[in-house]
């Protein structure tokens, strides 16, 4: 099945009742039961929601995977994860990466005795080299947020699969659309469905899709007796947002490419950081591993003070000062005081996020008139 047919037909089918083409939203918290242990597949909305069931069939259709899970946030399908761990386990995680992601490694689950082991993971032989024997899980972005560095995929599944480590792949980024990690030799693919799966900047919510059966109902144990669920609603955004999914990234792409091309010969701008480019350390890698480059990127100034950047990030119309990313809208954000203000300064400047890095996310309003804006802005 072509992705477009996938994306639009993933998860629905017409309600057996009334014919609805949209899965009903079933706003209730309880089913009536024939007799005790006597149901229709569903007894308590924490345990099972048939909006959800459908979202989660469409999770697994649009990442290749037999299985999806749905949480209440990226966060929360994260912490999913991590609970799969006893203390005493090793992470190995990308040094670039969410600043929500580190925030919730470091100060929550250190203190239960998880250690994690922050490596520069676009050289697969460092992710080897940490290996121990109480490594049990390797933590993967790519492309990394917020700059934007590509990590083999199949290479370190290789890697964790001979060391009998599970891999988890966090593909906001790039989306089902883009790439499919599952594909390559992941474990189990994350995504804050927050961002591109919804498109539209108006719910909260988590995914992770995987193949391994046993794998599944571990995670469906956690999110069960965690309660990290979303609503009926909140699912029922997402199946529509998965709809346009193909229609939207094409576009995002499109933009994203014109600007990050247009940054970098703009006299004001030092670097960007944009995987597409021809002589990016990353390119070989993302081409064979992705179907585009996406509409995230990340720039400097020459002058690559915080007051200049201030300055563009105060001054944009069509780019909005917000956090998140993957909407309609295009957002700008300052990663070292917003998104990745719980990374030390001293790390964050080590592993090359800067107090002057400015991240896009560029949506899919016409890009002469994104451009217009940026220009503006910079001066």
């Known amino acids: 099945m072509k992705l477009a047919t996938k994306f639009i ?6 309600d057996p009742g009334t014919g609805a083409i949209m899965t009903p939203i079933f706003q209730t918290s309880t089913y009536v039961q024939e007799a005790p242990g006597k149901n229709k597949g569903y007894e308590y909305a924490r345990s099972q929601n048939p909006t959800r069931k459908a979202l989660e069939d469409a999770y697994a259709i649009i990442e290749n995977a037999k299985y999806g899970l749905a949480f209440g946030s990226g966060v929360a399908a994260t912490d999913a994860v991590i609970k799969l761990l006893n203390p005493g386990d090793e992470v190995i ?9 580190y925030r919730l490694f470091s100060k929550v689950w250190e203190r239960y005795g998880i250690k994690f082991i922050y490596t520069d993971t676009t050289n697969a032989m460092n992710v080897k080299a ?7 899980l390797i933590w993967l972005e790519t492309p990394t947020n917020p700059l934007m560095n590509i990590s083999d995929i199949a290479a370190i599944a290789a890697i964790s699969k001979a060391a009998n480590v599970l891999l988890c792949v966090d593909n906001t980024f790039a989306s089902p659309y883009l790439q499919n990690p599952l594909d390559l030799g992941a474990d189990i693919v994350m995504h804050s469905a927050t961002k591109y799966l919804s498109g539209h900047s108006d719910v909260i919510q988590g995914a992770l899709m995987m193949n391994d059966k046993e794998l599944r109902e571990k995670l469906y144990f956690i999110q069960k007796s965690c309660g990290a669920v979303p609503g009926p609603m909140d699912c029922f ?3 529509r947002g998965i709809k346009t999914l193909h229609v939207r990234m094409k576009q995002h792409c499109e933009n994203g490419e014109k600007i990050a091309h247009w940054l970098r ?4 701008v030092g670097k960007v950081y944009w995987p597409g480019f021809t002589d990016n350390a990353g ?7 992705m179907h585009g480059f996406g509409g995230m990127l990340s720039f400097e100034l020459k002058d690559n003070s915080i007051e200049a950047a201030n300055k563009v990030l105060s001054s944009t119309h069509l780019f909005s000062l917000a956090e998140s ?21 001293e790390e964050r400047i080590k592993n090359g996020l800067g107090d002057g890095l400015i991240r896009l996310s560029v949506g899919i309003e016409d890009a002469d008139d994104l451009i217009e804006d940026l220009n503006n802005a910079i001066g």
């Open 9 to 14: 037909h993933a998860g629905a089918e017409p």
């Open 93 to 101: 995680a990308a040094n670039d990466m969410y600043g929500g992601s």
């Open 130 to 136: 940490a290996l121990t024997n109480n490594t049990k």
């Open 237 to 239: 955004l997402i199946l």
């Open 265 to 268: 010969n703009h006299n004001k």
């Open 283 to 289: 390119y070989a890698v993302a081409s064979k591993q």
């Open 325 to 345: 990313l993957g909407g309609v809208e295009s957002l700008i954000n300052h990663p070292a005081s917003m998104t990745h203000a719980s990374i030390p300064r």
